[in-house]
């Protein structure tokens, strides 16, 4: 094996749609070592387990991480339990609820599960950082925090913007930084990976590592996906996301939702699709692809093409999909924005109030209907004994039952 043409085929896997890499000689270097004592690289992935899903947002990374594995690295997977209870705030404008220890338990559970969709379990080490942090004494933490200073804290954009909008920054979220930058020093990680949003972290992180007399980490950031609102980047709290182990039919849904603009930036980042032959494609059937692409890989070849069949067969022929979700309502009226919002159809009630004002909803009679879907108007109405079909937007089907 020629080690150095080792070393740049690898260095092209690393830097295949990397946005920050910090620094290309450490790295390089990093690789070298590794290849000659045939020694795996440590790369290192923390998520705080905020929410119980993980979401297609998060895969950009996992799946680079994957790619990694198959040069033979080792990812360490960082559940972050302890860091969990403070919230990381790269990017927020507002305060992070504090989650209780059941709630961060709870969602820790499927985490694991969920990843190892993607990464090679039997190169994955999976650590929860409360194991070191939950024997640290108040002195060996306050050491830790001396170990910055708060000028170089509030580098941060997000921190100096918060504070000169007056907008509240806790002590807590203050030293997030410096309590996920110390899982790098306790795994001695060679690169870590992150979103861009996550870029002052992991300097932190390589920071640390020399306070601790350890080589300092390369570190490597990735694009924010986009979310199926098209503004903001993927986020549960948001409602804009795609999780992974949704129903292959939500799933396949969603991303039909996904704006033509943003349909290349998913096929880029989510899959392994030569993205100069989709520019060839019409934008239909390279969301058809896109959708069964995702579908078959986290959940079933068979439910790929299941659910594209029954996507073009009620969109493209017209006709109503043979399964509808199924809303009960309270009484002989119906509040149109709260059962669209709590059947989640919508990402939220303004866009509920939207649609209704745009004359996007419409209902049909029951399923056998060959009448045209009557356009409504009004927030509540009335609904039969027999209960009837709406039909939100274009794509959207919702069975109303009394």
């Keep these: ?13 690393i830097k295949e749609n990397t946005v920050d890499l910090i620094s290309l000689k450490e790295i390089t270097a990093k690789l070298e070592n590794s290849l000659q004592k045939n020694t795996p690289l440590k790369l290192k992935i923390g998520f705080d387990p905020t929410a119980r899903d993980i979401h297609l947002g998060h895969t950009v990374l996992l799946r680079k991480l994957r790619k990694l594995q198959a040069e033979g690295h080792w990812v360490y997977l960082i559940i972050g339990d302890f860091t969990a209870k403070i919230g990381d705030p790269s990017g927020r404008t507002i305060l992070r609820p504090i989650l209780s220890e059941e709630e961060i338990k709870d969602n820790a559970s499927t985490y694991v599960e969920q990843a190892f969709k993607i990464l090679d379990k039997k190169k994955t080490k999976v650590i929860y950082n409360s194991v070191w ?72 992180g390589r920071h640390l590592q020399q306070i601790f007399g350890q080589l300092p980490q390369g570190v490597i950031t990735m694009p924010l996906l986009i979310g199926l609102d098209g503004k903001n980047k993927m986020s549960k709290s948001l409602g804009n996301y795609v999780g992974i182990t949704q129903k292959p039919k939500d799933m396949f849904g969603k991303i039909m939702s996904v704006s033509d603009e943003l349909m290349r930036e998913y096929f880029r980042l989510l899959t392994d699709y030569d993205c100069s032959s989709i520019d060839k494609m019409h934008p239909k059937e390279a969301k058809l692809l896109l959708a069964q692409g995702l579908v078959s890989f986290y959940h079933s070849k068979v439910a790929g093409k299941k659910e594209k069949e029954e996507f073009e067969r009620v969109f493209s022929e017209k006709k109503i999909p043979k399964k509808l979700p199924i809303y009960k309502a309270e009484g002989t009226t119906l509040d149109l924005i709260e059962a669209l919002h709590q059947a989640k159809l919508v990402f939220s009630k303004n866009e509920a109030r939207r649609l209704l004002s745009q004359g996007a909803i419409s209902f049909l009679s029951s399923l056998n209907s060959s009448q045209a879907p ?9 609904i039969s004994s027999q209960g009837i079909i709406l039909k939100v937007g274009k794509k959207k089907f919702l069975k109303i039952t009394p």
């Excluded at 094996?1 to 690898?10: D, G, L, S, T, V």
């Design 1 to 13: 094996m020629n080690i150095y043409k080792e070393i740049a085929r690898q260095l092209e896997v």
């Design 133 to 204: 942090y939950k024997d640290k004494t108040l002195a060996e933490f306050l050491s830790l925090l001396s170990s910055y200073t708060v000028a170089r804290i509030l580098e941060r954009d997000d921190f100096s913007q918060r504070i000169k909008h007056g907008q509240p920054l806790t002590i807590l979220e203050l030293i997030y930084p410096l309590i996920q930058g110390y899982d790098s020093v306790m795994v001695a990680s060679d690169i870590e990976f992150g979103g861009t949003d996550q870029k002052f972290n992991l300097i932190v």
């Design 374 to 382: 009557t356009v409504l108007k009004e927030q509540v109405i009335k």
